[in-house]
Protein backbone atom coordinates (compact mmCIF):
# COMPACT_ATOMS: atom_id res chain seq x y z
CA UNK A 1 0.00 0.00 0.00
CA UNK A 2 1.03 3.48 -0.88
CA UNK A 3 1.25 6.53 1.45
CA UNK A 4 -0.59 9.11 -0.26
CA UNK A 5 1.36 12.67 -0.11
CA UNK A 6 -0.12 16.28 -0.07
CA UNK A 7 2.17 19.27 -0.31
CA UNK A 8 0.78 22.77 -0.68
CA UNK A 9 3.08 25.32 -1.83
CA UNK A 10 1.61 28.89 -0.73
CA UNK A 11 2.42 32.24 -3.02
CA UNK A 12 2.29 35.24 -1.20
CA UNK A 13 0.62 38.77 -2.97
CA UNK A 14 2.84 40.54 -0.29
CA UNK A 15 3.52 44.11 -1.17
CA UNK A 16 0.58 46.06 -3.05
CA UNK A 17 1.59 49.50 -2.46
CA UNK A 18 4.08 50.98 -0.29
CA UNK A 19 4.10 55.09 -0.36
CA UNK A 20 4.40 57.56 2.26
CA UNK A 21 4.30 61.02 2.27
CA UNK A 22 3.26 63.75 4.09
CA UNK A 23 4.46 67.25 3.41
CA UNK A 24 3.21 71.19 3.35
CA UNK A 25 2.51 71.70 -0.27
CA UNK A 26 1.39 75.30 -0.17
CA UNK A 27 1.48 77.61 2.51
CA UNK A 28 -0.39 81.30 1.69
CA UNK A 29 -0.88 84.20 4.23
CA UNK A 30 -2.15 87.66 4.23
CA UNK A 31 -1.37 90.85 6.03
CA UNK A 32 -3.34 93.27 8.05
CA UNK A 33 -2.56 96.52 9.97
CA UNK A 34 -4.31 98.34 13.47
CA UNK A 35 -4.51 102.38 12.92
CA UNK A 36 -3.59 104.25 15.85
CA UNK A 37 -3.88 108.36 16.84
CA UNK A 38 -7.19 109.59 17.14
CA UNK A 39 -8.88 106.55 15.34
CA UNK A 40 -10.04 103.51 17.61
CA UNK A 41 -7.54 100.78 17.88
CA UNK A 42 -8.11 97.56 15.63
CA UNK A 43 -7.25 94.31 16.62
CA UNK A 44 -5.83 92.69 12.94
CA UNK A 45 -6.32 89.08 11.93
CA UNK A 46 -4.20 87.35 9.67
CA UNK A 47 -4.97 84.12 7.48
CA UNK A 48 -2.80 81.38 6.86
CA UNK A 49 -3.71 78.48 4.73
CA UNK A 50 -2.17 74.74 4.70
CA UNK A 51 -2.72 71.95 2.66
CA UNK A 52 -1.38 68.60 3.32
CA UNK A 53 -1.15 65.18 1.53
CA UNK A 54 -0.12 62.03 2.99
CA UNK A 55 -0.70 58.91 0.52
CA UNK A 56 -2.21 55.73 1.18
CA UNK A 57 0.50 52.64 2.01
CA UNK A 58 -0.16 49.05 2.55
CA UNK A 59 2.28 46.04 3.28
CA UNK A 60 1.48 42.65 3.86
CA UNK A 61 3.38 39.34 3.97
CA UNK A 62 3.00 35.74 4.94
CA UNK A 63 6.34 33.97 5.81
CA UNK A 64 9.53 35.75 5.62
CA UNK A 65 10.01 39.54 5.31
CA UNK A 66 9.04 41.64 8.06
CA UNK A 67 8.43 45.28 7.97
CA UNK A 68 9.72 47.18 6.25
CA UNK A 69 11.30 45.17 4.18
CA UNK A 70 9.12 42.41 1.83
CA UNK A 71 10.54 38.76 1.19
CA UNK A 72 11.44 37.34 -2.15
CA UNK A 73 10.99 33.07 -1.02
CA UNK A 74 7.47 31.26 -1.45
CA UNK A 75 6.36 29.27 1.80
CA UNK A 76 6.14 25.76 1.14
CA UNK A 77 3.49 23.92 3.03
CA UNK A 78 3.13 20.11 3.90
CA UNK A 79 0.73 17.30 4.89
CA UNK A 80 1.88 13.56 4.83
CA UNK A 81 -0.91 10.95 5.59
CA UNK A 82 -0.36 7.73 6.51
CA UNK A 83 -3.26 5.39 6.77
CA UNK A 84 -3.83 3.26 9.80
CA UNK A 85 -5.59 0.14 9.19
CA UNK A 86 -8.25 -1.28 11.63
CA UNK A 87 -8.74 -3.12 13.71
CA UNK A 88 -5.38 -3.71 14.62
CA UNK A 89 -2.72 -0.86 14.98
CA UNK A 90 -0.58 -2.32 11.94
CA UNK A 91 1.92 -0.26 10.10
CA UNK A 92 1.22 -0.87 6.38
CA UNK A 93 4.52 -1.75 4.55
CA UNK A 94 4.77 -0.29 0.50
CA UNK A 95 4.85 -3.66 -1.82
CA UNK A 96 2.83 -5.62 -4.11
CA UNK A 97 1.33 -8.88 -2.30
CA UNK A 98 2.07 -7.97 1.41
CA UNK A 99 -0.15 -9.48 4.12
CA UNK A 100 -2.07 -7.53 6.34
CA UNK A 101 -4.29 -8.20 8.98
CA UNK A 102 -7.37 -6.26 8.26
CA UNK A 103 -11.07 -6.43 9.02
CA UNK A 104 -11.81 -4.28 6.21
CA UNK A 105 -12.79 -1.26 7.14
CA UNK A 106 -11.46 1.91 5.71
CA UNK A 107 -8.40 3.32 6.86
CA UNK A 108 -8.15 6.39 8.94
CA UNK A 109 -4.97 9.01 7.73
CA UNK A 110 -3.06 10.86 10.46
CA UNK A 111 -1.70 13.85 8.83
CA UNK A 112 1.94 15.30 9.55
CA UNK A 113 2.20 19.29 8.64
CA UNK A 114 5.41 20.76 7.87
CA UNK A 115 6.03 24.58 7.44
CA UNK A 116 1.96 24.96 7.94
CA UNK A 117 2.58 27.76 10.99
CA UNK A 118 3.48 30.91 8.48
CA UNK A 119 3.61 34.48 10.39
CA UNK A 120 1.62 36.97 8.36
CA UNK A 121 2.23 40.97 8.83
CA UNK A 122 -0.08 43.85 7.69
CA UNK A 123 0.43 47.50 7.73
CA UNK A 124 -2.02 50.09 6.29
CA UNK A 125 -3.29 54.03 6.61
CA UNK A 126 -5.73 53.40 3.49
CA UNK A 127 -8.59 52.21 5.71
CA UNK A 128 -10.50 49.21 6.23
CA UNK A 129 -8.18 46.16 4.93
CA UNK A 130 -9.58 43.56 3.01
CA UNK A 131 -7.85 39.92 2.68
CA UNK A 132 -8.91 37.11 0.53
CA UNK A 133 -7.44 34.39 -1.28
CA UNK A 134 -6.95 32.83 -4.85
CA UNK A 135 -6.31 29.22 -6.03
CA UNK A 136 -4.23 29.84 -8.83
CA UNK A 137 -3.08 26.22 -9.24
CA UNK A 138 -5.42 23.68 -8.46
CA UNK A 139 -4.18 20.55 -6.24
CA UNK A 140 -3.43 17.70 -8.88
CA UNK A 141 -0.99 14.85 -8.76
CA UNK A 142 -1.68 15.10 -12.71
CA UNK A 143 -4.26 12.67 -13.11
CA UNK A 144 -6.06 13.51 -10.17
CA UNK A 145 -7.48 16.70 -8.11
CA UNK A 146 -8.25 17.75 -4.73
CA UNK A 147 -10.43 20.48 -3.90
CA UNK A 148 -8.14 22.98 -2.25
CA UNK A 149 -11.21 23.91 0.30
CA UNK A 150 -9.88 20.37 1.93
CA UNK A 151 -6.76 23.11 3.04
CA UNK A 152 -8.51 25.33 6.58
CA UNK A 153 -6.71 27.91 7.95
CA UNK A 154 -6.80 29.62 11.64
CA UNK A 155 -5.54 32.18 12.92
CA UNK A 156 -3.54 33.04 16.54
CA UNK A 157 -5.58 36.49 16.37
CA UNK A 158 -9.50 37.40 15.52
CA UNK A 159 -8.31 40.87 14.95
CA UNK A 160 -6.04 39.73 11.55
CA UNK A 161 -8.93 36.54 10.29
CA UNK A 162 -7.41 34.49 7.66
CA UNK A 163 -9.83 34.08 4.67
CA UNK A 164 -11.59 30.76 3.74
CA UNK A 165 -10.28 28.95 0.96
CA UNK A 166 -12.38 27.89 -1.88
CA UNK A 167 -12.23 24.92 -3.97
CA UNK A 168 -11.00 26.80 -7.15
CA UNK A 169 -11.45 30.13 -8.07
CA UNK A 170 -11.31 33.42 -5.63
CA UNK A 171 -12.63 33.04 -2.41
CA UNK A 172 -14.70 35.79 -0.35
CA UNK A 173 -12.57 38.29 1.71
CA UNK A 174 -12.66 39.00 5.26
CA UNK A 175 -11.94 41.99 7.24
CA UNK A 176 -8.65 43.30 9.27
CA UNK A 177 -9.90 45.19 12.39
CA UNK A 178 -8.28 48.50 12.22
CA UNK A 179 -5.55 49.71 15.03
CA UNK A 180 -3.28 47.59 16.99
CA UNK A 181 0.05 48.22 18.93
CA UNK A 182 1.94 51.71 17.90
CA UNK A 183 -1.33 53.51 16.04
CA UNK A 184 -3.10 56.54 16.92
CA UNK A 185 -6.72 55.18 15.84
CA UNK A 186 -8.71 52.86 13.73
CA UNK A 187 -7.97 53.83 10.28
CA UNK A 188 -4.05 52.78 11.04
CA UNK A 189 -3.89 49.21 10.84
CA UNK A 190 -0.55 47.38 12.44
CA UNK A 191 -1.81 43.41 12.47
CA UNK A 192 0.86 40.54 13.39
CA UNK A 193 -0.91 36.66 14.02
CA UNK A 194 0.29 33.43 12.86
CA UNK A 195 -1.65 31.70 10.82
CA UNK A 196 -2.21 27.58 10.61
CA UNK A 197 -2.90 25.63 7.93
CA UNK A 198 -4.45 22.16 8.23
CA UNK A 199 -5.84 19.37 6.18
CA UNK A 200 -9.16 17.53 6.29
CA UNK A 201 -8.44 13.78 5.93
CA UNK A 202 -11.60 12.39 6.68
CA UNK A 203 -12.47 12.23 3.13
CA UNK A 204 -10.53 9.16 0.63
CA UNK A 205 -8.51 10.07 -1.87
CA UNK A 206 -6.83 8.56 -4.47
CA UNK A 207 -3.18 8.07 -3.42
CA UNK A 208 -0.32 10.69 -5.38
CA UNK A 209 1.62 13.24 -4.43
CA UNK A 210 -0.61 16.43 -4.89
CA UNK A 211 0.58 20.24 -5.16
CA UNK A 212 -1.12 23.35 -5.68
CA UNK A 213 -0.36 26.98 -5.04
CA UNK A 214 -2.87 29.33 -3.52
CA UNK A 215 -2.30 33.23 -3.62
CA UNK A 216 -3.49 35.84 -0.84
CA UNK A 217 -4.34 39.56 -1.69
CA UNK A 218 -5.01 42.49 0.89
CA UNK A 219 -6.60 45.36 -0.29
CA UNK A 220 -8.28 48.88 0.88
CA UNK A 221 -10.54 51.08 -0.86
Known amino acids: MSTPRCPLMLMRQALLLLALAAAAS ?3 AASATSGTGNLPRNTPAVALNFSIQVDKFLFFRIGDGAWPTPGGTTSQVS ?3 SPSIPAVPTTPTTGNNTAV ?3 GTAPTFAVAASGNVLPVEVRSNGGQVSVFATVTTALTSGSNTIPMNMVSITSSDAALPAPTIPASGTGTSVNVTGGGTGT ?4 VT ?3 ANWTFGYNSTISRTAGNYSGQLSFTASVP
Open 26 to 28: SAQ
Open 184 to 187: VNSL
Open 79 to 81: FNL
Open 190 to 192: IRN
Open 101 to 103: NWN
